[in-house]
């Protein structure tokens, strides 16, 4: 059922029909709501929103109060207080800092724990009456509905939270911000540092059998402690390296403090970063290495609707290499892997009809994928490190990628990378290769090895262009990496998805180019992109081109005949790609400008007793207005008609 909200409106997420004006403070309160309720597990008859308070002759309204189950709704029965705020408001501000919190806190009797978030920073608090005076102690977190103080200090597996919508970007960024901010490093330094730490949470998910991936507030309090959390972290971060040789050095150190360590991790440690959903871990991802692995060489994240269009078009199989030779941070790979781990879900719990059974199956299935189907490389190491730690966050297919120039001849790569030999085996490509004329590549043993490398010559009677001996000065490496690509599909059969500036398809002097696609492959599809879809980052109108290797016999044929083959093209306009110019969300609405609201089913993974039970939860959420996964439906139906 489509519910309508009012333009500039938000729709409560507790309620589910208030509407409220939609501010910065607004959302962050929409996000942490969610997060109670599918993190925390606290029911929504639980909570109340804007909960009038009782304060000598003031009544301030508390963002959102938590009662115990079945509670009244009354402030002597208040149990824990969460204020909200814009990102502009500082938690020391007299009037909405932490302070406000403190008082709303001591004016309920019953208020246990309290929580002060601004979507960047996020303080947590529990109430302790000594000698008939309050305090406020900083703790990690505030317990979920159920446990007790000291599961929340130190959770154990079954008690870990996957992450729901922005609450892992909630906390990289206020990890990010503090490491900056706390320890003196510029912000990329204090990336690469976040990302060790990261490192280190998803080993101890992996392969430890209890969590040592904790700091209690005690141990916070004083030096000791705080060493003996470091302690713990350091030793996680030396079987990290034992494990990801080609990540990290032999020598390479967690390079934070014993205190900033510390608040870092008990940041981070009551979520489930294997548990969380893909979408979530992309967004937290994707901001936090945005903000800081951004060159100057033409490189720019893909976003992840068009990697989930490109990926359903071409409909990747168990069996079938996947290769991005320009990964950056593995975006594209990404999505394949978990559209094929999706696919073996499926296969093996329609199979064994018992989820635990299926479990060991699928684990089984998706680590042969990844070590043997998967492969990735590009030229700058940093976003080779960073592409492994996206892949490592979402499976195991950190093995698969590679620092190399995909551009050289094979020989030159690293003896691993050489060993799969690529040339002329690939069943799949998805890319998005750097683009510009300010990065030119000009080596002449590159472009010597390459058509495209070569001066092409246009034969104005035959309308046709002829490649000559000469060869470029310099290309832009677009051009380059549109050959690379077809000369690793397999002939006949191999497709490759890559997105492109469209001047290679309009620009009368690049005729050459699209002669030379035309000579050797079968072009799929066409998809114009819309002007904003790379923005707030980067303004560039392009396209995604679709091709499939023509075969060795094809090309001789038509060589024979003197013309290419006639057949039909899908085209599409992404007009819809669900943001701005400004990278704001965009939503469907009404023809009164009001956005829609849809409602839906929500699979979500729970514990109850150790075990892992799935349950169905009913939702609302806004509509993006977004047509690129249509577009790949349009495109799937295309192909299956063509036979």
Aim: proline content about 4%; some cysteine; hydrophobic content about 35%.
């Amino acid at each position: 059922m489509a519910v309508i909200v009012q333009q500039g409106k938000v729709l409560d997420y507790i309620d589910g029909v208030t509407q409220r004006a939609e501010t910065p403070e607004e959302y962050v309160r929409q996000e942490i709501a969610k997060s109670l309720v599918r993190e925390y597990g606290y029911q929504k008859r639980d909570v109340s929103v804007e909960f009038t308070l009782r304060l000598g002759t003031r009544r301030p309204r508390a963002d959102l109060v938590i009662f115990d189950e079945g509670d009244a709704h009354d402030q002597d029965r208040a149990r824990i207080i969460v204020e909200c705020k814009s990102r502009k408001i500082k938690p020391t501000s007299r009037k909405d800092g932490v302070g406000q919190l403190h008082s709303y806190m001591a004016a309920c009797p019953n208020a246990a724990y309290g929580m002060w978030t601004n979507g960047v920073e996020r303080f947590c608090y529990k109430r302790v009456d000594a000698k008939g005076k309050v305090r406020f102690d900083e703790i990690p977190d505030i317990p979920s509905r159920g446990s007790s103080e000291d599961e929340a200090e130190r959770p154990r597996f079954d008690q870990l939270k996957a992450a729901s919508s922005d609450a892992l970007l909630f906390a990289f960024r206020r990890c990010h911000n503090y490491i900056a901010g706390n320890q003196g490093l510029q912000k990329p330094e204090a990336f690469w540092e976040l990302l060790k730490i990261i490192f280190c949470k998803i080993h101890d998910e992996r392969s430890s059998d209890e969590i040592q991936f904790y700091a209690t507030s005690k141990e916070r309090e004083g030096l000791n402690g705080r060493l003996k959390a470091k302690k713990r972290l350091d030793r996680l971060f030396g079987q990290v390296k034992a494990e990801f040789l080609t990540i990290f050095r032999e020598n390479e150190a967690i390079e934070l403090n014993p205190e900033v360590l510390a608040y870092i991790v008990s940041q981070m440690q009551m979520y489930s970063l294997l548990e969380s959903d893909i979408d979530v871990k992309g967004r937290a991802y994707e901001e936090v290495v945005g903000s800081n692995l951004r060159g100057d060489r033409g490189e720019f994240f893909t976003p992840r609707n068009v990697c989930k269009m490109t990926v359903a078009m071409l409909d990747p199989g168990e069996r079938q290499l996947i290769v991005d030779p320009a990964c950056g941070t593995g975006g594209f790979l990404i999505t394949a892997m978990n559209y094929v781990i999706e696919k073996i879900r499926d296969a093996e719990i329609s199979k064994w009809g018992d989820i635990d059974r299926a479990e060991a199956a699928i684990r089984g299935r998706v680590q042969r994928v990844a070590r043997s189907f998967i492969v990735g490389m590009d030229l700058n190491p940093n976003l080779v490190k960073a592409s492994k730690m996206n892949m490592v966050m979402n499976n195991d297919g950190a093995g698969g990628l590679f620092q190399a120039n995909s551009l050289k001849a094979p020989v030159t790569w690293e003896d691993e990378l050489r060993a799969r030999e690529l040339l002329g085996r690939v069943d799949l490509i998805f890319t998005n290769p750097p683009f510009g004329s300010k990065i030119p590549i000009d080596e002449p043993t590159i472009l010597e090895a390459y058509d495209l490398g070569h001066v092409w010559q246009h034969d104005d009677e035959k309308d046709n262009w002829t490649r000559t001996e000469a060869v470029q000065a310099s290309q832009p490496p677009e051009i380059l990496f549109i050959e690379r690509c077809v000369r690793l599909l397999k002939p006949g059969s191999g497709r490759c998805a890559i997105v492109l500036p469209d001047g290679i398809l309009g620009s009368p002097g690049l005729g050459y180019v699209r002669e030379w696609i035309l000579q050797n492959t079968r072009i799929l599809a066409s998809i114009d992109l819309h002007p904003d879809t790379f923005q707030p980052h980067v303004s560039v109108q392009t396209s995604v081109l679709v091709l499939e290797r023509k075969s060795v016999e094809e090309i001789a044929v038509e060589t024979a005949a003197g013309r290419f083959n006639d057949y039909d093209v899908f085209m599409a306009v992404a007009n819809h790609v669900g943001h701005d110019k400004r990278g704001n969300v965009t939503y469907v609405r009404d023809r009164q400008g009001n956005e829609i609201v849809e409602e839906l089913d929500e699979t979500l993974k729970e514990y109850e007793d150790g075990q892992a039970i799935y349950t169905k939860q009913r939702t609302q959420r806004k509509v993006v207005d977004d047509n690129t996964l249509q577009i790949a439906q349009a495109f799937r139906s295309w192909l299956y008609e063509q036979g």
